[in-house]
């Protein structure tokens, strides 16, 4: 804790001095732009001729020391940074329980009706992005989207569930971060179809428009939980690339575009890999898989039936037959 508040304070001056270093921009004295801030005595000056051009800068930093972390929990007068992650931003002030427990204060501290179902549903986000391993910008701005469907009352009637399973969904659209609606749904208390008819009340009611998802971004992620080589995942994406547009062109999904890339990638570098084994990672079947892969074999031009269904226990290096 005390490590991260000098680190804050440290970087507090040195944004305050490059800010007047913009604005200093030669020297008044020879006219060099090679102006140097420092940061240590609070000062910017010529590094040509030595001339001291701004002097006693304002540190906005606290004016007390703290030597260990206990000294700083002591005078530390702040508190954390406004969330919309919490139902009162944060902002709200901590009871003591002897307070709560008397009836004068009850009916001013307890939260009304409207507050206990944002906290629930903000909530739900939270848990449902920890599940999936997603940053904390993520979950700002997820929840932020969920109130503004409050704010235009369009919860009325509906699901907090489902509505908070589809606001996280259409963040992650918004974000490019590669997360399919069945991913959501395994981490959700509601069904996928639920899910899938709020994702479009939502992106309707709050005139909200995606771009369609892009199937490289699944190839990474999903080249690691199957242990392929850097090769083979570079090769994937070189191959989306080539076919960029195809996925939305077409109409398909783009896990299993991803999905299709892949193997034909480990195909063409002769690493074994299994039909069904990348279509349990993509979350698909291994009919898709292999309908999706043929065509992007003859978009490739490559040689009919390079990349015929391969048994688990034979070796899928296609060199020789190319």
Not at 90 to 107: A, F, I, Q, W
Not at 118 to 136: H, Q, V
Request: proline share 6%.
């Amino acid at each position: 804790m005390l490590a991260d508040f000098l680190f804050q304070k440290i970087l507090c001056t040195k944004v305050i001095l490059l800010t007047m270093e913009e604005r200093i921009r030669k020297c008044p004295g020879c006219g060099s732009k090679n102006i140097i801030a420092d940061p240590k005595h609070a000062e910017l000056y010529c590094a040509d001729c030595g001339l001291v051009i701004a002097e006693k800068i304002i540190d906005l930093g606290p004016e007390w020391r703290a030597f260990n972390e206990e000294q700083a929990a002591q005078r530390i007068r702040t508190g954390p940074p406004m969330s919309y992650r919490i139902h009162d931003k944060g902002l709200g002030t901590p009871t003591p329980k002897s307070v709560e427990s008397t009836k004068r204060m009850r009916g001013v501290i307890s939260m009304d009706s409207s507050e206990k179902t944002l906290s629930f549903a903000l909530g739900e986000i939270d848990r449902m992005a920890s599940a999936l391993k997603l940053p904390n910008e993520i979950k700002e701005a997820a929840s932020l989207l969920y109130r503004k469907a409050v704010k235009l009352n369009l919860i009325k009637g509906r699901s907090i569930e489902e509505l908070g399973s589809a606001a996280l969904y259409i963040t992650c659209r918004q974000y490019g971060v590669p997360r399919t609606l069945k991913e959501i749904a395994a981490v959700s208390r509601m069904p996928l179809k639920k899910i899938r008819r709020a994702y479009i009340f939502l992106l309707k009611n709050l005139e909200l428009k995606l771009s369609p998802p892009d199937p490289t971004r699944y190839i990474p992620r999903f080249c690691s939980e199957l242990g392929l080589s850097d090769v083979t995942r570079e090769r994937a994406i070189a191959i989306m690339k080539e076919n960029k547009g195809i996925a939305a062109a077409k109409g398909w999904g783009p896990t299993g575009t991803a999905a299709a890339a892949i193997y034909l990638a480990a195909n063409l570098n002769g690493e074994s890999v299994a039909e069904r084994n990348i279509a349990k990672v993509a979350g698909i079947t291994p009919i898709t898989l292999r309908n999706r892969y043929k065509e992007l074999e003859k978009r490739l031009k490559l040689p009919v039936n390079v990349l015929s269904p391969i048994s688990d226990n034979r070796n899928c290096s296609v060199k020789a037959m190319i």
